[in-house]
Structures are given as structure tokens and as C-alpha cells.
């Protein structure tokens, strides 16, 4: 009944007892027996485990009955950043019947904040919501159901997030494996990398000097071994966010590093979960379709050793899964879908198909159809580095003429602190950003104001300087508009501006063959991991998805107008100063006329006002498609204000550009919606 698995990683053989499933069937019921992936099985630990066994017997009916050889795995994933909602752990624990439950905290701009907190106090750096909020409460509960658990909310500091959740379970009386995987901190580094003169990837700029952190996005090997070791709890700093998924399915179909097609596969069903509620109707171009926000349910995907899954949600929670909303999420935060780049696989996405499974409450979808190569020699790095200090007011103003009032604050408040700087001898703002929320300043041109204005609106007036004293007088000249300005300035929002640094990301490659990966289980050094250069391919294959155009040349046209919204889905999301817009036709009838109209030249001068131009001309915005899923993928360069905690705009990840698209016009085409009734 129990598998023993013989693995040999790095030229060292390693022996565990392969995660099983025993399944009894008396009537409809079905005993699951949970093995837990260790490298012994005690006598006690047999009779325990059938004592478990007759336990979930008694209290558990199952619909599924699986062989002694694992078919499918459920893994759901709880949080798509740090401070997603403390809901999602008890539904999934509860209702989710899983054997991994996965959180992705990290981005840029989140491992900016943890390092700046570590700078302040040694033992944070690490997402305490994972520990406090999302498993102290269910520990016991995840440790009876036998869910192993997945998490990069070791941020910058993974070991002290390992000693936090040690206290949880011995507070609980429990004995359990937590592992800890380090590597990725590339700090110790920087004199050495200084010295190569790397330059960003992006940019071109030099590599910075007040460097403030540097971390290297690990993939889903070191999940992998951490799993076949034993581990109950897995702990990361940095990886690239699909790994905490395309891990576990690694470790338990035994998937090797070659096996591009299904690495690929399982890559993407940790792209379409890592964000948590996106892909189950949240920020859904159809919101108002979504039922009960309140009780979104989180995502759960079922995958088999072949690579295809079924994603759903737990029955009973609200959200919606169906071919949008996971479509959406599918082109969010990519670049060439064709050649998605993971430390792991090279993903090609884009006949990757999405098809609604009928009959499933809340929805469900089967996704299928991407396809792997082997990944580059490097990983990618992202640095941080300290580049000024930057304070935000925010203000409400209402009554008449409340565009033209809120505008004129700003203006007032900006030259009174200018005039203070030149008394004192302080150089001006390095950078400034008014908006008037409410008239629509971020559409630009497509702004559709109407006679007179609103008449409510809000100040938002962001500045940034070299120096932190500057922005603190800065901050003290808000409270007076209220007394000194314009009427019917009700507030200022937090109260006085707070003064922050301006983190601003670089990133780079580094060969993979100078970092080790060291995995420590309950404070014991277990493994140390080294990317083998054999298993390495850098040819790169050119992109085949970029402006692709053989079959619209002879389209109908027609008197017709739509607006973009009446036929495609749109999300945004963004990568540094970069952001990605998405776009899903409504039905396959409709891909060709969005090919047509929505060129890359097209979306550039939409968003130009927006798009930081430079001497080169080149063109900012480059288009892919992804034909099996009937989208298109809008990749807009400079488009973010630097981006991140660097940005002065309200907007500075792009997440509303895909619904500002929304009102883009198709023009002159046919009755596009007799073609499909």
C-alpha cells in the first residue's frame, strides 16, 4: 500500500515514503487515509493513522474514489497579497477538501515594505497576518485533515516567519515539519555585482548605489524538495508567485524538471490562482453579475498528472467561475504569452483553452493546452533602491465649481511650500502629480465632463523630494487650506501627510548556476540546492504571437458602432513602470474585429497622455495575441509614472487602464451581434 520512491537530485539520493491515498469502499463511503510524506513510518504512526482512518469513515461521504496511485490534487489558494481577506482560510479549510493550501503575499512593492521593516525591528520582515490570522486560528484543524501548506510569506526574513509559526504549533500541542527555504536574498552580493556594472533590463540605468534590498525570484524545485522531506509548512522568502502551486504538484505527480509541457501546465494553474478571488468573479469587467462580495469564494484547483485541472470555488461562497473570469486573469500581469519566462519552464499560454464545466454551483472551468520549453541559465532580480522621499494629500472638496476650487488648493499649497524651500534654501519638489479625482484628469482627452463639473471632489497632490525635512514642511502646509483656501474643504484623509521613502525597483539577470538554495526543516539545515546547467537550454524561439493579422484582412465592414465594453472582457495590471492590458472577446465571432481596431499604434495614442515618452521614438505599447482564448495582450512601456511606491498617481499599478478601455469605439464594422443570436 505505501509507494517507495527513490529520487536523485544534484547527484544525492534521497528516500521517502511517496504521499498516498488509501480509499476503502464500503457502499458510497469512501476511507481516506492521508500518509504524511516523511523518511520513516513508526509503528505508532500506522496505528494512529488507522485510527484516523476509521475516524473520517464515520463522518466523511465521498464522491470520488481514488487508487493507491494519486489521480488528482486539490490546492487552493487563500490570499493573493498581504492583507487579503481572514474569510478564505476557514472556507477553503472547511469546505475546499484539500491536500495543499497555498498564500502568495509577495510583490515589488511588498518586499519593499517588509525590508524597510527588518531595517526598523530584525525580527519582522515576514507577513505576520500569515501567521496570527490566517493559521494560528485553524492550525489543529489543518493538521487533522492532513493539508500541507505552501507559503512566500517569509518575505525578507523567512526564518524569523518559521520561529513565529513554531510558537503556534507547539502552543497547540501539535508536531509538525515546517521548512524554511533561503537563497534568494542576493544582498551579500552587491559589491561583487557592482563591479560587473549590470545595468537594468528595462532601462539601461547603472546599477544603483543606496541599494535597499535584492532578491532573486526562486521557482518551484526547492518547494518540491521541501515537500519530499516532509514538510507540513513550507516557508519562503522570494519566489516567482505560481511556484507555490506548480511545487506541490511537482512533489506529488513526481513531475521532473524536464517535463516542460506539464510544468508548463501547472505554472498556469498557479497563475490563475495566485491572486485569490480575481479569477472567481472579483474586479470582473461584469461586476454587477457577481453575486455576494461579502462571501467571495476563493479558488480551487483540481489537477491531474497530465496537466489538466478544473478550477472552482468551495460550494456555498459567493463569487462567480466561469470563462470571463478566468479568462481575465489569465492576461493579467503578462508580457508575450507565447514566451512567459519562469525560472522553472518557458510558458507558451496562448492556445491555452478555457471551457465552462456545466451543471457546477458557482461555476467551473477545465483548462487545458499550454506548452513548455526549457527555461533560461538565469533568474531574474529584483533590487530596490532608495531614491528620495515622497508624502501624499489627500482632500475632499465639495459644493459649486468644485473641480476648479480642489485645482486651485493644490496649486496654492504648492507655491506657498516652494516659497518656504527658497527662504530656507531647499531645492524645489523633484517631482509633482495633481489630480482632481472626479473630473476625470487620468482620462485625458477621453475625459466626458459635464456642464459645470461635479460637485463633489477630491484633491489628490502628491510630491516628492531628495530630502525628508523638505516634505515634512511640505506636510505641515495641508491643515491651513482648510482655514486659508478654498469652502468646502471638509477633510484632510489620515490626517496629516506621512513622509516615506521612494523604494524604486532595478532589475537584472543572475546566473543560476552562483545562487544556492539552502532548505533547513525545524531549524536543521536538511538540503542544499545548486541549478544543475544540464538541464538548461538558452536558445530563445522568437515570439510568433505579435501582430498576427492573416485572417482579418477581408472583413466585412458596416454603419455599426460598439463600444469595447459590449464585446470583450479588459483587466489590467502592471510590472514596474510597465503595465499589461488584457483583452477577451465575448465570443469568438468577435476576435477578428478586435484584431483589426485594437492595434498597437491604436492603444498608444489612447493612452498617450499617460505614456512617458522618450528620444528613441520607439513605440511604447507592443501587442500579442493569445487565439486560444480569443485575446489580445497590450504591453504599455513607461506607462505607470515609474510605478509602485516610485509613482505620484492615484492610479500607479494601471489597474483601472482595462476599464478606461472599456469605452474605446469600434467603428465601422457589421451587426456584430446578429452574428451570434
Known amino acids: 500500500m505505501f509507494g517507495l520512491l527513490i529520487l536523485r537530485t544534484g547527484g544525492v539520493h534521497h528516500v521517502s515514503i511517496l504521499q498516498q ?26 496505528q494512529n493513522a488507522k485510527k484516523d482512518c476509521r475516524n473520517v469513515f464515520q463522518s466523511y461521504k465521498c464522491k470520488r474514489y481514488l487508487s493507491t496511485t494519486q489521480k488528482t490534487v486539490r490546492i487552493g489558494c487563500a490570499s493573493g497579497f498581504w ?49 496570527h490570522t490566517a493559521i494560528a486560528p485553524f492550525i489543529k484543524d489543518i493538521h487533522k485533515k492532513g493539508i500541507r501548506v505552501v507559503s512566500n510569506a517569509g518575505g525578507v526574513n523567512p526564518h524569523a516567519c518559521a520561529a513565529a509559526l513554531q510558537e503556534v504549533v507547539q502552543k497547540a500541542d501539535l508536531n509538525m515539519k ?22 537594468d533590463m ?10 535597499h534590498s535584492m532578491n532573486a525570484y526562486l521557482g518551484a524545485v526547492p518547494i518540491k524538495r521541501a515537500l519530499d522531506l516532509g514538510a507540513d509548512i513550507v516557508v519562503t522568502g522570494r519566489c516567482v508567485d505560481s511556484g507555490v502551486v506548480l511545487g506541490p504538484l511537482m512533489h506529488s505527480f513526481g513531475w521532473k524538471q524536464n517535463d516542460y509541457d506539464r510544468l508548463a501546465a501547472g505554472s498556469l494553474a498557479g497563475h490563475l490562482i495566485e491572486c485569490g478571488a480575481q479569477c472567481t468573479g472579483g474586479i470582473f469587467t461584469d461586476w454587477y453579475k457577481v453575486p455576494d462580495w461579502d ?16 478550477l472552482s470555488k468551495p460550494p456555498k461562497t459567493g463569487g462567480l467561475v466561469s470563462f470571463g473570469t478566468v479568462a481575465e486573469q489569465l492576461v493579467y500581469e503578462i508580457g508575450d504569452p507565447s514566451h512567459y519566462l519562469l525560472p522553472d519552464v518557458t510558458c507558451d499560454f496562448s492556445k491555452a483553452t478555457i471551457t465552462e464545466v456545466p451543471d457546477v454551483e458557482g461555476g467551473a472551468v477545465k483548462v487545458q493546452g499550454a506548452k513548455g520549453s526549457s527555461p533560461s541559465s538565469d533568474y531574474k532580480v529584483c533590487a530596490t533602491y532608495l531614491d528620495g522621499y515622497r508624502a501624499t494629500a489627500v482632500c475632499p472638496v465639495g459644493g459649486p465649481r468644485a473641480v476648479e476650487k480642489a485645482r486651485r488648493t493644490a496649486e496654492s499649497i504648492l507655491k506657498r511650500t516652494r516659497r518656504i524651500f527658497k527662504q530656507l534654501g531647499l531645492d524645489d519638489f523633484t517631482a509633482v502629480n495633481v489630480q482632481i479625482l472626479g473630473s476625470e484628469d487620468t482620462y485625458g482627452p477621453h475625459a466626458k465632463n459635464k456642464d459645470g463639473g461635479p460637485r463633489e471632489a477630491v484633491v489628490w497632490l502628491a510630491v516628492r523630494h531628495s530630502q525628508k525635512r523638505a516634505l515634512e514642511l511640505f506636510a505641515r502646509e495641508i491643515a491651513p487650506a482648510g482655514t486659508g483656501m478654498a469652502p468646502g474643504l471638509t477633510g484632510i484623509v489620515g490626517g496629516r501627510p506621512r513622509v516615506s521613502p521612494v523604494l524604486k525597483p532595478f532589475f537584472f539577470l543572475y546566473p543560476k548556476t552562483n545562487l544556492k538554495v539552502d532548505i533547513n526543516i525545524n531549524g536543521v539545515h536538511a538540503e542544499t540546492i545548486q541549478e544543475d546547467v544540464l538541464c538548461i537550454d538558452d536558445a530563445v524561439t522568437p515570439s510568433l504571437s505579435e501582430n498576427m493579422e492573416g485572417d482579418i484582412k477581408d472583413l466585412p465592414s458596416g454603419p455599426h458602432k460598439y463600444r469595447l465594453e459590449e464585446l470583450a472582457y479588459t483587466r489590467s495590471g502592471d510590472k514596474g513602470d510597465t503595465a499589461n492590458i488584457g483583452v477577451v472577446a465575448r465570443h469568438p465571432l468577435y476576435y477578428p474585429y478586435l484584431k483589426k481596431a485594437l492595434t498597437a499604434q491604436a492603444v498608444e495614442e489612447y493612452f498617450q497622455h499617460l505614456i512617458q515618452k522618450d528620444d528613441t521614438g520607439t513605440p511604447k505599447v507592443r501587442r500579442y495575441e493569445l ?11 513607461n ?21 478606461m478601455l472599456l469605452d474605446f469605439k469600434i467603428k465601422y464594422v457589421p451587426d456584430l451581434k446578429s452574428l451570434i443570436d
Do not use: W
Open 627 to 637: 487565439p486560444g482564448i480569443n485575446g489580445l495582450n497590450f504591453v504599455l512601456r
Open 639 to 659: 506607462s505607470l509614472g515609474g510605478g509602485g511606491v516610485a509613482s505620484l498617481r492615484s492610479d500607479p499599478q494601471g489597474k483601472a487602464y482595462g476599464q
Open 202 to 211: 528595462e532601462s539601461g540605468n547603472p546599477f544603483p548605489n543606496n541599494l
Open 83 to 131: 492583507g487579503d481577506t481572514a474569510t478564505s482560510v476557514p472556507q477553503l479549510v472547511f469546505g475546499g477538501k484539500l491536500d495543499f493550501l497555498v498564500f502568495d503575499y509577495l510583490s515589488e512593492i511588498t518586499m519593499s515594505l517588509l525590508t524597510a521593516s527588518k531595517a526598523k525591528f530584525p525580527n519582522q520582515g515576514y507577513a505576520p497576518d500569515f501567521v
Open 178 to 199: 515546517i521548512a524554511v527555504i533561503t537563497g534568494d536574498d542576493l544582498m551579500a552580493e552587491k559589491d561583487l555585482l557592482k563591479e560587473t556594472e549590470i545595468t
Open 295 to 310: 462571501n467571495i469564494g476563493f479558488p480551487i484547483v483540481e489537477c491531474s498528472s497530465d496537466g489538466t485541472f478544473i
Open 21 to 46: 491515498r488509501l480509499c476503502c469502499c464500503r457502499s458510497d463511503l469512501s476511507i481516506h487515509l492521508n500518509l504524511k510524506n516523511t523518511s520513516y513510518l513508526s509503528r505508532s504512526y500506522y
